[in-house]
C-alpha cells in the first residue's frame, strides 16, 4: 500500500513563507512525476507545480517566482517553497505521485494552508 503524507501546511501572514513536505512509502526515486495540487473552496482542484523522474519542472502561471518544487532524498519528500504568500494562495494543498511500474497516481490526504491579508 503506497502512502503519501503531506505536512507544513498552517496559518501565515501575506508575504510571508510556508514549506510544504510531501513523504512517500515508497522511495521517492522511482516516481514518474509528483504534482502539487490545491482547492480552494467552491473552486476546482488546481495544479500548482509538478516535478519529473528527469527533474524537469512545471508551474502554474499564478505561483511562478513565489513557489518551488523540489526533491529531498535524505527525507524521502518532496517538497512545495512558497514564498511571497498571497491569500488567493489559501487552499487545501494535495500531492500527488505516479510511481514507475505501478498504475495510477496515488494523493494525499491535503494540508491547509491559509494566508492572512
Known amino acids: 500500500q503506497v502512502q503519501l503524507v503531506e505536512s507544513g501546511g498552517g496559518l501565515v501572514q501575506a508575504g510571508g513563507s510556508l514549506r510544504l513536505s510531501c513523504t512517500a512509502s515508497r522511495s521517492i526515486f522511482s516516481i514518474k512525476r509528483t504534482g502539487w495540487y490545491r482547492q480552494a473552496p467552491g473552486k476546482q482542484r488546481e495544479l500548482v507545480a509538478e516535478?519529473?523522474?528527469?527533474?524537469?519542472?512545471n508551474y502554474a502561471d499564478s505561483v511562478k517566482g513565489r513557489f518551488t518544487i523540489g526533491r529531498d532524498s535524505a527525507e524521502n519528500t518532496v517538497y512545495l517553497q512558497m514564498n511571497s504568500l498571497k491569500p488567493e494562495d489559501t487552499a487545501v494543498y494535495y500531492c500527488r505521485a505516479e510511481w514507475l511500474g505501478l498504475p495510477g497516481g496515488y494523493w494525499g490526504q491535503g494540508t491547509q494552508v491559509t494566508v492572512s491579508s
Open positions: 516535478i519529473t523522474v528527469g527533474g524537469s519542472t
